[in-house]
């Protein structure tokens, strides 16, 4: 007998060879496009905080230019003109008040010289973005504090703490005792209009208006004492001016509490711009943005996201895990339940800026305007529930991510052997404390597959979300001191439209592309973090509930 | 003894004489302490009748067993004790089980009160994915004892019960799927014991295990005896000789011969038994 391999065989070996290495390669092009875009997004999202050096340029034609060298473009010989490449930097000068453009670019045979001066201060302020120059003077008033970059550099320091602090008292002042105030003259105002609506003798309706009138006027003096000294406050801050000078010599007065930080690039050594990155950092993940968006912090934007997509979990769970319980467990299985299967799988494929046009026309207009109607009269015509909300998008999140937690949950209860609920029933248990009991904690783990497949989809969804409920800046967040916490009518912010916003609606794109990028890396942060999160509550419920091998 | 070899072959008589066998040939012995009693019980599954006009008394406190090739309704029979059949739909069901005289299947018969008096082990052992102890409380913890004292006491009387307890007192909050399959099966009766049944339905219980957890089961068995009435599928005749007091014999859904185990094995009445114990099929 010949056990020689035949051709047949040797030709099957060599296409599944070759199969092998299509599979693997087809593997490895993925990884490695997963890989380049998150590495792309982390380096230009990290490099945003870093601070480069401060370029002073030299031109042919005499001009002088202060800024950071913020990209470079090679450009091709120009047949008959040039024969060598050419280039021009992109170089970001800041003073927008001043000069008007917050980039320029410079042909590299225009410049003459390019150094880098040790006393090159950058500001960044609170309006009108970064500005590059000379200190001069610091002056209160006509009194000058200090002169000469050396002296006003020592000076400003300490000045500029106490200012920051003022700063943030003001804000905690605004925030605090005034929001406050204003909510309870909102509140008395309500309390007006009800009493309107209410039927009373005329004896007592004057005594509760007069009531009503009454506090209203506390409050409101209350109000005025608090804005008046808010107004000082602020008048205080405008005090001490820095005198700066631009690389063209113009002189420029800056209010020092209008500085939020003040740096020398070019004298700081590498700690001293390791720590000013964690301090940027910090006030990126943290602070309020600024500056329609484009500057200081997206926390807002961060809690936002964390909150609808969470709120939408608590709504999605249940619904979608009744939902397949009914189709698996309880349903006669036949025509209808596949039918109904096939429907809902196809609800996962319906485009999701038609589930937030659902989501406005159901959930905003007619079950938010029938809560106005109903519990909300006196706020009318000002919509409480009636218009989007971070309720309101979160539930049509739930809609448009309830496929997938149905699909992943039947899953999961099929996978329970049929031998450990005939093992349950034989005990004598009901068939719900069968499911309740043996079948959903055995099937815990699928749900959650289901719940974590949702998250993804969910964090990363804007277009539904843009006409139900999410904006551009949010004042207030949805979650505060005011009675009762949590006001999930309140409009939200979203990392994704951030994205969107600062990159393709703002006037101002030199400097916002680099904040696309870090709020991108940090979308993929929070949706990883919030995934690895459920992954590992998945894993523990694994772990202890552990399909049996059989 | 010597057994008498038949020259018949099996094909002969299998196709044409089982149709017309009827269960009045059956034989059966004399119960007088019947727990069970099967009146003409006939069962469907759709159009396909699995069980056909079975009657047989069976004994209390005693081990019953019933052997027979794959797919003669010995399991059907026994999930008929429990009324386990119930989840599936589209059966049908004649005839009569009484169990301590009264009907068990009538539609009125509280179907979960009927099943704690009655317990069952599985053929694939199906612990719950919980701990040991959680296993063991699960039957009594949903007939509602909740004190923590109790459901000790009930966990280690189970497990005792199941000749298990010296083996896993230690890790008692560990997963059941941890134990062997022997061990899983045992924790299975354990579990059946723990709600104090009056029967307990073996299904193939050793099927899955090695000779030595086999022994062991086997031996649980008969000192199980004593408090319980045990029913026991197998298609392990051996077994069924080793353990059982008395054993039943169905072929193609029908009753052929119900005898005290020792008249059985030794000396068949009926042919087919005859066949069916010497290895000719099945």
């Not at chain 2, 029979?77 to 386990?84: G, H, M, T």
Request: net charge negative; glycine share 8%.
């Amino acid at each position: 007998m010949n056990l020689g391999r035949d051709d047949r065989t040797r030709r099957s070996e060599r296409v599944g060879e070759s199969l092998t290495w299509l599979c693997g390669g087809a593997l490895a092009f993925n990884l490695l496009m997963i890989v380049a875009v998150i590495g792309f997004i982390g380096y230009r999202g990290l490099d945003y905080f870093w601070q480069g050096r401060v370029a002073l340029c030299r031109l042919e034609d005499g001009r002088r230019l202060l800024g950071e060298i913020s990209g470079r473009e090679e450009r091709p010989p120009t047949p008959g003109k040039t024969l060598e490449m050419t280039g021009r930097l992109q170089l970001r000068v800041g003073n927008r008040d001043v000069t008007g453009a917050g980039f320029v670019w410079i042909d590299d045979d225009q410049i003459a010289e390019i150094s880098y001066p040790e006393d090159a201060l950058l500001l960044e302020r609170l309006e009108w973005g970064h500005f590059y120059g000379r200190a001069v003077e610091l002056r209160r008033g006509d009194e000058v504090l200090a002169r000469g970059p050396d002296e006003v550099w020592r000076a400003f320091g300490p000045l500029h703490e106490e200012k920051v602090a003022r700063r943030e008292a003001i804000e905690r002042l605004e925030r605090g005792e005034i929001g406050d105030i204003n909510f309870e003259i909102e509140r008395l105002r309500l309390a007006g209009k009800r009493l309107a609506r209410r039927d009373l003798s005329p004896d007592e309706r004057a005594l509760q208006e007069a009531a009503i009138a009454h506090e209203t006027k506390e409050r409101e003096a209350q109000y005025q004492v608090l804005a008046d000294r808010l107004f000082e406050e602020r008048e205080s801050l405008a005090e001490e001016q820095l005198v700066m000078e631009t690389a063209d010599g113009e002189r420029n007065a800056i209010a020092v509490g209008e500085i939020v930080r003040a740096v020398r690039p070019n004298a700081m050594s590498l700690l001293d711009r390791a720590g000013l990155y964690l301090g940027r950092v910090r006030e990126f993940v943290w602070d309020d943005p600024r500056e329609s968006n484009t500057e200081g912090g997206i926390f807002p934007a961060i809690f936002g996201t964390v909150l609808m997509v969470f709120i939408m979990s608590i709504a999605v769970v249940p619904l979608g895990v009744l939902a397949a319980l009914y189709l698996r467990e309880y349903a006669k299985q036949g025509v209808l339940v596949r039918t109904v299967r096939i429907a809902v799988n196809n609800l996962a494929g319906v485009p999701s800026i038609v589930f937030g046009v659902f989501g406005l026309g159901f959930f905003v207009y007619l079950v938010g305007g029938s809560i106005d109607r109903l519990f909300y009269p006196d706020a009318l015509p000002t919509p409480t529930y009636g218009t989007g909300g971070i309720l309101w998008a979160s539930l049509t999140l739930a809609l448009l991510t309830v496929p997938v937690v149905i699909v992943a949950t039947e899953e999961g209860l099929a996978a329970v052997p049929r031998g450990t609920r005939e093992g349950s029933l034989a005990l004598g248990a009901t068939k719900f404390e069968t499911i309740r009991r043996v079948v959903l904690p055995a099937a815990a783990p699928g749900i959650l597959t289901g719940m974590i497949l949702a998250m993804a989809r969910a964090a990363g969804e804007v277009a539904p979300l843009m006409i139900v409920g999410m904006v551009k800046l949010a004042p207030t967040l949805p979650l505060d001191h005011h009675f009762p916490f949590v006001h999930l009518e309140r409009k939200f912010m979203h990392l994704g439209f951030h994205i969107y916003d600062v990159g393709f609606q703002s006037p101002n794109v030199e400097a916002t592309t680099p904040l696309v990028f870090a709020t991108a890396l940090l979308l993929v942060l929070v949706v990883t973090l919030m995934n690895v999160a459920a992954i590992v509550v998945r894993n523990r419920l694994r772990r202890k509930y552990a399909s049996s091998a059989i | 003894m010597e057994i008498k070899i038949s020259p018949v072959n099996e094909g002969e008589w299998m196709e044409s004489d089982v149709s017309a066998m009827g269960t009045d040939d059956a034989v059966r012995p004399e119960i007088k302490d019947a727990l069970f009693q099967i009146d003409s019980l006939s069962f469907w599954y759709r159009e396909s009748q699995a069980l056909h006009d079975i009657s047989m008394d069976i004994p209390s406190r005693q081990i019953t067993a019933y052997i027979g090739p794959s797919g003669c309704g010995k399991s059907t029979l026994l999930r008929c004790f429990n009324r386990l059949n119930d989840l599936i739909d589209e059966v049908r069901i004649e005839g009569d089980i009484r169990f301590e005289g009264a009907s068990i299947l009538d539609p009125s018969v509280e179907v979960n009160s009927l099943r704690k008096r009655i317990g069952m082990v599985f053929q694939k052992s199906n612990p719950f994915p919980k701990s040991i102890y959680e296993n063991v409380a699960y039957g009594c913890r949903i007939h509602g004892i909740r004190r923590k004292r109790d459901l000790d006491e009930i966990v280690e009387r189970g497990l005792r019960g199941a000749a298990l307890w010296d083996e896993v007192k230690d890790r008692l909050d560990e997963s059941a799927l941890g134990l062997s399959g022997g061990q899983q099966q045992r924790l299975c009766i354990a579990r059946a014991l723990s709600v104090e049944p009056d029967v307990i339905l073996l299904d193939e219980p050793c099927s899955a295990l090695d000779p030595v957890a086999t022994a062991k089961i086997e031996e649980l068995m008969q000192e199980l005896k004593k408090r319980y009435t045990l029913i026991i599928v197998t298609h392990n005749m051996q077994q069924a000789s080793r353990v059982s007091d008395f054993t039943a014999f169905l072929y193609h859904g029908r009753l052929i011969e119900y005898a005290e185990t020792k008249t059985l094995f030794i000396r068949p009445r009926k042919k087919q038994t005859e066949d069916y114990i010497t290895g000719r099929f099945g």
